[in-house]
């Protein structure tokens, strides 16, 4: 195994996530259990080229939190983030509303200078990782790109037009994942998720349209899910009718869903044999329990690393409590 091989032999958790919501889980997972232990996939649906570089923005947020130098306040980038270089391209009439601090910067340059050179995603990544002494394997869902792209009422936005540049303000009608059935699955998920070493896969509470479908969606991950012998538990995103973070109630009724803890039950149902919701909606519990899914009641908002870290561990007991399909 050289030093940017992916080893998946100690591998327990596989931990499906987007961006900030996501990460927060999954750093309370990292911090609970062993970084060896877990296997933390990414969307890359939000990926995209800007000043010429291939930018990962949920890849980039899950390192930055496992390595703990997110900027606490944004969730997103660099802590301690320095910004010369934006409002220099800014002064000069460049494109700035897409705001990548100097220290970002420096992520960017190199993912992009080592895939010009032949690097896959994957290793790109996981050199990355070790260089900010990430234990965890964190891996893109594919090497092949995934696109996802926005239908709104007048026109169909790339991700990060309408999630940065226009706030999330036009109407989504549609979601497309580009790329997402011809891309290849990573070989090391299929690998983990037939083994006999999986205990459980944890959908994160990242929003089920914009992070987590991306990554269902590509090849035959869903059905590989719904088939693993390792149970699949989520953490619902939603607290009533509001989202920890993001637009998730906003597209959600945009596209016709009941903006609750049940619809995210019924999306998932074929893939689902448990599901974490907020004591605030238990009155769902027999619902969602009626749909075949396991449910765990708590308090699923995660303010402070101590909350993440007694929700990651809530997760880890209740997904060791369902019994293997
Ligand atoms: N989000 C914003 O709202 N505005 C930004 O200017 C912005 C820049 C940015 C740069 C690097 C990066 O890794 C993430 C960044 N994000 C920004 C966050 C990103 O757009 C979203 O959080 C994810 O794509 C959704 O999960």
């Known amino acids: 195994m050289n030093t940017v091989g992916i080893d998946i032999t100690d591998c327990r958790y596989l931990v499906v996530s987007g961006g900030v919501g996501g990460a927060k889980l999954a750093l309370g997972m990292y911090l609970e259990l062993s970084g060896e232990e877990l296997l933390v996939v990414g969307n890359v649906g939000d990926d995209f080229r800007h000043w010429g570089l291939h930018i990962s923005p949920d890849l980039d947020t899950l390192m930055y939190t496992l390595a703990g130098v997110a900027d606490p306040d944004r969730g997103w980038g660099r802590a301690e983030e320095s910004w010369t270089v934006l409002e220099t391209l800014s002064d000069l009439g460049g494109i700035d509303w897409f705001r990548l601090g100097d220290r970002d910067l420096a992520i960017h340059l190199e993912r992009t200078v080592r895939i010009n050179d032949g690097e896959t995603l994957s290793t790109v990544t996981r050199r990355l990782c070790q260089a900010f002494g990430v234990t965890a394997t964190l891996v893109p869902p594919t090497n092949s790109a995934v696109r996802t792209m926005v239908e709104t009422t007048d026109r169909t936005l790339s991700f990060q037009e309408y999630f940065v540049r226009e706030r999330c303000e036009p109407t989504v009608t549609r979601l497309q994942y580009q790329g997402a059935s011809q891309a290849k699955l990573l070989p090391e998920i299929g690998e983990l998720l037939t083994g006999p070493e999986l205990t459980a896969v944890i959908l994160t509470p990242s929003n089920p349209y914009l992070s987590l479908d991306p990554i269902l969606e590509i090849a035959d991950l869903r059905q590989r899910l719904a088939t693993s012998p390792a149970p699949v538990v989520a953490v619902s995103p939603l607290i009533q009718s509001r989202a920890f973070k993001g637009p998730t109630a906003k597209i959600m009724m945009e596209l016709g869903f009941e903006v609750s803890t049940l619809t995210i039950a019924q999306h ?16 769902l519990s027999n619902a ?18 101590q909350e993440k870290r007694r929700l990651a561990a809530e997760v880890i007991s209740f997904s060791e409590t369902i019994a293997r399909k």
């Open 268 to 283: 998932y149902s074929d893939v689902l044999d448990g599901i974490v919701i907020d004591s605030a909606d238990h009155e």
């Open 288 to 305: 969602i329990e009626n749909l075949g899914i396991k449910v765990w009641i708590t308090d699923t908002d995660m303010a402070n690393e």
